[in-house]
């Protein structure tokens, strides 16, 4: 997919009124699945997982304020954002006064819509601009409608896709949150992106499956986690997306291990292009929380363009569709796509007979005559070398391109070359422990 | 105790004739149990303690030197100094010749008196100034009278006081030197420090036991060692105090690991003050080289206000009470209670559910609106989600404070406020082992 | 062996017509065997070396190029470069367009002849000044006469000679390559410093036995490590000397683990020595290459004076005997066997009793009166000290001296006389893991 493609789908995508549980996240699903292959599961409200309980599906049919005239202030329908997430239903009549403490507004930004949510304690609101609160009239009557429910029998939906690898010894989990309701970078864009990567791979072009995750934050992604926690001894990296379309630099955050396999191929993707940005681990920002908690402690990072929270429409309305674009949405998934492609090519070699060096024209990887290297002087060359010394089975082929200052791509070019002509071949275990 | 407490304390022990065994450290000690209670200890000079043996004791009825005409030119009554440590009983006159090889001087401070003493080598010999040295007559007659004992049959005396801990499971260590003559900031000043020490701690205020010992320096240190090379093993940190009142800065010197918990502990107490200084280790200076040596490794740091040997005073009768003052003895006190408390508190925790993160909202711990962390921007929040993340048995506090760059204390509350909630629980240990 | 004594050796082994298996080899261990006792060892033609096989051995009686009116345009007897090193025989006359591509030479360096060599494809080919190339008509006849042999049934030689240690633990190695025919610095210097440090050691003078290897590069120390293997736990260090007397720096280079006690011995030796320089390993150069196979991954550097390939002579008729000079000859042996003295010395001590400080007057250290550390200042002093508490069986001389900031030599000594003294004692191993 092409960033105009990506961002078509944004389009599509981004008036769906999405919600941890609830019918938004399946009609999201629905229109990926017209493009991937989707597996579905759903757990249902009440399901404890770890220290958390899946809320109820909620689901609304409308929400309004009306003014003292009977006018309609704020509307469901228009901005979705105007109902704080899983309110409960209502409808009263209140004072000016009254209403006031219900309502959520951005001093600061006078003109936008704040996103607020109560998933875990019942309650209602209302967001709204500041400008409206400001014109609230303590002593007039306000009408408050919301129809909404909130099922204690219905569930949370997350969706996933794998793409098998040739080798199928590990996996590599990409993964996006799908329950924000009408935000376009903290929303929509990381969920075309993830997308556009599922499309973009082909069963058996990579060594180590993919795995594509769409589930609603926190609790989707703790909710997988549950489910899962047998095979993730198989997760050789992972790399969770999110604010993925501004026009920020690309922005890698390592993962709790600082030196993780991901951690070194998104700093080798992301040292070439200029304005990306390479950002410690901080146990606050995105779903990479879950995977980092101490009892997973996963090898995830996240990308981004700008993080989540640096910039200003964040979590507002004004995070709409013209924060977003092609050009950037399209740049996410190709950084995002070799990133994975590193990863799984990052393997540890080791030499076939590790005593001295092989004789190279034996092989064809020399002529006749003995050269000087150094009159040579080809990076391919002096990659050769390395990696046949360095083709210990401790050192993978990201460490090999770090102390040879050679890209990765000819390093590992070179170490394909040497395990096609039988001098090196993959050693165990492609992730290493780190320090 | 504040520090003009403590200052009073140090007038009335600064004219004790203190020696390595003898009557004066024990006077010394019926002083201080009028404060704290203490258990003695004595050693009966000969026993052998590792490469050393304690020597004879040794007590001195009075010394002196006559010149000439019959006039006291030096007198122990007067300063204790003037006699060299241990030195054998004598009563001889002789030449200014045969005098002058006896006579200890410093030419380079011609009006001071220097302290030595002779513990291992039976000999004896006078402490004057270099101006009473300049004025010997070869020729003239001096008297030498040396009324002193050195009973093979006397004993060292060292003593101790443990403040319970609560847990009881370590015990932190902090000792001075009591085996030094009128000299006040090398002498009285470390000693009334660790007093005041001993007294400010309550039985099960901290979770380990204080151990304070008050020993004569090397050999005296070295028995308590010998003493109690069993209980080793609970040492979790330990601090030399000595050189404690003067108006140098204070200085920290690191335990021969650099990275043990107490360096890490001091590290972050004295960060906050002005003018505070850490210095690495080195194996010479003070009692923390028998603590440092190969077969005992004790995590033990050094506190003193101008390190041993780096102010002009040092080991001269200029080391008198006009080098110390309550403000400086008060601050050192301040500090070295500060580091104790940190290094006590310094636990590494657990999660009891280590699985993703916990639902704050449940366990009181945020209010019921999803806000942006960020947006909050609170150091305690920040260090909520540190500690949520770290507290996987490996990290310790300083370690999570370190790295969060947030103040130790704050970590500290936050670590506590989350085990209140039972979100996490103390692991087992809390010495970790250095790198 | 003074450096004048190096080089007239120098002059004798230069004209000698070296290569990988041949009589070459032979007549230059004839030489060196003059001087000091060699153990030789015939490997036959044909024998499976790990990835390698030996060449048939190669002898040549004449070759000669003659020009078409019979003169001779470049003659094996005059300059044995001129022939490609194991050239099959021929006898051809060919035009000047058929004998082009069998000619070798430097267009950037028209007057010098290349060094080539075929070892493991069966060709022929001449090596001559890009004068003469140019000056080859396309369409006159040329006649070549090569009379080699190229004996299957032969045998590549290498020697060694072992300097028995007082200890006899370990063995540290010193190799340099004798295939290289009539060239001085990357040939015969190296020969000559390797035999002179054999010349200059005595039986018993150092701890460990010391192997000097004079062996053709690549197949014949491969050739050295196939019949070893068994014993190459022994090897505690080695150092692979080429290149060894033009005028550049003095040029030590790391092995493959960076930190090997080699490693810090070098730079100990070469710190104190201008316009030294020391490099990080890289898997090219010189024989070291084949220690530092990741199937050995033996502690091996390389000393040098400029490296391999980065001076104008290297590789061709220009590298002569006015390349060398005797003094950088003798400097280059005397820093070698400083460093094999060095890293022969680098001993990890034990305390003898580790608890506490020794008394050091009791062991004639110290004199009776206890006086300031500071005030003497002295290097031994402060080295004394540093040893008593770092020998702990876990840190060598090496590491002791570059934490205290003291000469090696002075450690060196102090640990000595400590040892003399009953306080330490050698701890069990010398060499000490990386990292």
Same mark, same amino acid.
């Given at each position: 997919?092409?960033?105009?493609? @990506?961002?078509? =789908?944004?389009?599509?995508?981004?008036?769906?009124?999405?919600?941890?549980?609830?019918?938004?996240?399946?009609?999201?699903?629905?229109? =990926?699945?017209?493009?991937?292959?989707?597996?579905? /599961?759903?757990?249902?409200?009440? /399901?404890?997982?770890?220290?958390? &309980?899946?809320?109820?599906?909620?689901?609304?049919?409308?929400?309004?304020?009306?003014?003292?005239?009977?006018?309609?202030?704020?509307?469901?329908?228009?901005?979705?954002?105007?109902?704080?997430?899983?309110?409960?239903?209502?409808?009263?009549?209140?004072?000016?006064?009254?209403?006031?403490?219900? @309502?959520?507004?951005?001093?600061?930004?006078?003109?936008?819509?704040?996103?607020? /949510?109560?998933?875990?304690?019942? &309650?209602?609101?209302?967001?709204?601009?500041?400008?409206?609160?400001?014109?609230?009239?303590?002593?007039?009557?306000?009408?408050?409608?919301?129809?909404?429910?909130?099922?204690?029998?219905?569930? $949370?939906?997350?969706?996933?896709?794998?793409?098998?690898?040739?080798?199928?010894?590990?996996?590599?989990?990409?993964?996006?949150?799908?329950?924000?309701?009408? =935000?376009?970078?903290?929303?929509?864009?990381?969920?075309?992106?993830?997308?556009?990567?599922?499309?973009?791979?082909?069963?058996?072009?990579?060594?180590?499956?993919?795995?594509?995750?769409?589930?609603?934050?926190?609790?989707?992604?703790?909710?997988?986690?549950?489910?899962?926690?047998?095979?993730?001894?198989?997760?050789?990296?992972?790399?969770?997306?999110?604010?993925?379309?501004?026009?920020?630099?690309?922005?890698?955050?390592?993962?709790?291990?600082?030196?993780?396999?991901?951690?070194?191929?998104?700093?080798?993707?992301?040292?070439?292009?200029?304005?990306?940005?390479?950002?410690?681990?901080?146990?606050?920002?995105?779903?990479?929380?879950?995977?980092?908690?101490? #009892?997973?402690?996963?090898?995830?990072?996240?990308?981004?363009?700008?993080?989540?929270?640096?910039?200003?429409?964040?979590? /507002?309305?004004?995070?709409?569709?013209?924060?977003?674009?092609?050009?950037?949405?399209?740049? &996410?998934?190709?950084?995002?796509?070799?990133?994975?492609?590193?990863?799984?090519?990052?393997?540890?070699?080791?030499?076939?007979?590790?005593?001295?060096?092989?004789? @190279?024209?034996?092989?064809?990887?020399?002529?006749?005559?003995?050269?000087?290297?150094?009159?040579?002087?080809?990076?391919?060359?002096?990659?050769?070398?390395?990696?046949?010394?360095?083709?210990?089975?401790?050192?993978? @082929?990201?460490?090999?391109?770090?102390?040879?200052?050679?890209?990765?791509?000819?390093?590992?070019?070179?170490?394909?070359?040497?395990? #096609?002509?039988? $001098?090196?071949?993959?050693?165990?275990?492609?992730?290493?422990?780190?320090?």
């Amino acid at each position: 997919m092409e960033g105009q493609d @990506l961002y078509d =789908l944004a389009e599509r995508l981004y008036p769906i009124t999405r919600s941890l549980p609830g019918e938004g996240v399946r009609r999201t699903l629905d229109v =990926l699945e017209e493009l991937i292959p989707l597996s579905r /599961t759903e757990v249902p409200s009440g /399901t404890q997982i770890y220290d958390w &309980t899946v809320p109820p599906e909620w689901n609304v049919r409308q929400a309004t304020l009306r003014g003292p005239g009977g006018e309609v202030l704020a509307d469901y329908a228009a901005n979705p954002l105007h109902l704080v997430g899983h309110s409960e239903p209502a409808h009263v009549t209140l004072l000016g006064s009254e209403l006031r403490p219900r @309502l959520h507004a951005l001093p600061d930004h006078p003109d936008v819509i704040p996103y607020r /949510t109560s998933y875990y304690e019942r &309650t209602w609101g209302l967001c709204v601009t500041q400008e409206l609160v400001d014109a609230i009239d303590d002593l007039a009557e306000y009408e408050v409608e919301i129809d909404s429910s909130l099922d204690e029998h219905g569930s $949370l939906t997350y969706a996933e896709t794998v793409i098998p690898g040739k080798a199928g010894t590990g996996e590599i989990l990409v993964a996006t949150h799908v329950c924000h309701p009408q =935000l376009a970078n903290d929303g929509v864009a990381g969920i075309v992106v993830a997308a556009g990567l599922a499309r973009s791979l082909e069963p058996g072009a990579l060594r180590n499956d993919v795995r594509v995750i769409f589930a609603p934050g926190s609790i989707g992604m703790l909710s997988w986690l549950h489910r899962n926690e047998a095979s993730l001894g198989r997760v050789i990296a992972g790399i969770v997306v999110s604010n993925a379309g501004d026009a920020g630099p690309l922005t890698y955050k390592q993962s709790r291990h600082g030196d993780a396999a991901v951690d070194r191929a998104a700093a080798s993707v992301l040292v070439g292009r200029e304005h990306a940005r390479i950002e410690p681990f901080l146990p606050w920002g995105g779903d990479e929380r879950q995977f980092s908690s101490p #009892g997973f402690d996963l090898p995830v990072g996240a990308l981004s363009r700008t993080p989540p929270g640096f910039y200003p429409e964040y979590h /507002t309305s004004a995070d709409d569709l013209s924060v977003i674009s092609p050009g950037d949405l399209g740049a &996410t998934l190709a950084a995002l796509r070799e990133i994975v492609d590193v990863v799984d090519a990052n393997l540890a070699y080791t030499r076939t007979e590790p005593r001295g060096e092989p004789q @190279l024209s034996r092989h064809g990887l020399s002529g006749a005559m003995t050269t000087s290297l150094l009159a040579g002087g080809e990076e391919e060359r002096r990659a050769l070398f390395w990696v046949l010394n360095l083709a210990d089975g401790h050192h993978d @082929l990201l460490e090999i391109a770090a102390r040879a200052q050679i890209p990765f791509q000819t390093v590992r070019e070179v170490a394909e070359a040497l395990e #096609g002509a039988g $001098l090196v071949r993959p050693a165990a275990a492609t992730e290493r422990s780190p320090g």
